[in-house]
């Protein structure tokens, strides 16, 4: 779907959207049209500062992508976090994910907890690693006494979590991630510090594993501080050192530490696994960071003090016959990516080190949304190769496009802060992130997770309940029951058998949701939020298959929930004018003129922008409650969502 600017477009949403949004980011007497005017009132308003002539061009450049920007949302072609939908043109922060870094002294940690306090405030999640801290029991000089260690300063960070709401008047929980390496002392007692199912309730906990790890877990360590005498046995080696500060507390075996990561996992789905060198490997700004830790739901690895803002694509939108509407896609990557380094401007950041950081890497997470409602429109299973392949076609174009997006935008503004040598405007630009809140306004699945089921109860605002389905769903079964011969059934199969591309989440195999994460990892330089959902039966073995599969796959991180893992959860489902155009076309304008050329393939429309702005080679080097409505949140993208309500507490 294309935008024109000059043409207003029409914002349709269900009365549930409309709901949400009045319950969790209106103001009094603002209607969801006014809010949308206002993002994108607000996000345009950047342009300004680069836009060549006198006020009257300048404003008219304003009023131009103002126009833009409100079209793709009306028509729910993207949306950006909640933060932003909250935020624009009031007080408090646009972005979503933060990195705060915790020292190792009562200043550091307590330092770590007022930028938290601020960044929960502000409406957004804060992930932390706790690698710098002393083990437990370790000499304080100053005082004499024993560290409490990282578990200890944990529970009081998530005492902060319970204590803070985000932005004024508490539009969702605060949301935190809790990371630590995996070759630290207190490893174990942080593996194992949510298996009561009590502690540590509002964070979602990784364990950071290095390739050192992993090198030992298969016996090709190597490692200097073997102790079973592996090389004269010339046996493999799966020794690995726990060390701080280069004293070597304890050597492990490797492959006990990661079954008793699986165990947990397996007991109560953390902790999670977060491939810290890879994410390393992949970091374009060494010089300047390195990563220690993630956002609370593990798209974005950040270095200290880091955010990122957001913003999903509705894959339904460019759904086009029986494949995608590649140049109406590509435009729309084009907008967002100018409208998420807008949001680098024009944002309000609740601590000067976060300004300097958001401003030297310049991080935006552009991702994707309704991937399983796409597959189903185009009648591809979500466990098939043919949806693989589609995935990995899909995000690699949406990388390139997003890479010359970025390009083009830094011909015009500027490289970010710290480049050396980058042509890009942004550091980081792609991410999939949890669309909980934001998928549901747009009516479509969330992430590229599958349906979670074929139907659910939804509870609105005045207390009634009634029954929802996939939409593409309900139309199957109505179309099954006034004529079944006009319905197309797999293997020749008649009613009731429903087609199978309409599998839901625990009937795809942990394999193929894993594989599923990695094809689109392959083209994203920072990281995939999903949720590997296993059945309630599903063993040890299964959990341990999924992380080495991630592994091996190149994912950045992984995390499993087994149904009911939790004690008390219970997943239930019912089954403008030419003379204010910008002086030099944007990109996604550029690809507008394009639309109605036919049988375009992906590789010419790249072709053809990279020709606009360079050479394409030279440009791509238990039951936990609904706070709101008492329904039952599911667990999903390592996060929890309430798919009667809309509440999440990551979207």
Known sequence: MTTTPSDPATLTLTENARTILQKRYLLPNETPEQRFQTIAQTIAEAERAYAPGGFAHQQDTVSFWARRFYNRLANLDFLPNSPTIRNAGRPGSLSACFVIPVEDSMEGI??????????????????????????????IAS???????????????DLLAETFTQGAGAFRKAAMMMILPVSHPDIREFIHCKDDGKAIQNANISVAIDDDFMDALYGASGSVTCVCDAWARQAPCHCYPLVHEGKVYEVVDARDLFEEIIAS????????????????????????MQIEATNPCGEVPMGPYESCNLASINLTKFVKYDTFDWIGLGACVADVVRFLDNVVDVNTMPTPEITAANQATRRIGLGVMGWADALVALQIPYDSERALALADDLMGFIKNMASLASIQLA????SYGVAHNDQHRNAFRLCIAPTGTISIIAGVSSGIEPHFALEWDRTIEDGSVFKEQIPAYATWLLVAEQGPELVHFPNGETPPIIPNYFRTSHQISAEYHVRMQAAFQKHVDQAVSKTVNLPHDATEQDVRDAYLLAYQLGCAGITVY?????????LVAADHTADDQPAEPDLGIVLDKLYFEEGLTKLQIQGLVARYIGSLEDALNGTETCRDCQG??????GCVTCHACGYSACA
């Open 143 to 157: 005082t004499h006494n024993g560290a409490c260690g990282p578990v200890a300063v944990m529970r009081d960070y």
């Open 632 to 637: 039952t949140l599911t667990y999903e993208e």
């Open 562 to 570: 087994r149904d009911g893992s939790h004690a008390d959860q219970v």
């Open 411 to 414: 011909k015009e503004r500027g």
């Open 265 to 288: 996992a397996h007991k109560t789905g953390d902790p999670g696994i977060f491939f810290v060198d890879r994410a390393n490997a992949n970091n374009p700004v060494k010089h300047y």
């Open 110 to 139: 307590l330092e770590g907890r007022r930028q938290a306090a601020l960044v929960v405030k502000s409406g957004g999640g804060v992930g932390f690693g706790f690698g710098k801290l002393r083990p437990r029991g370790s000499t």
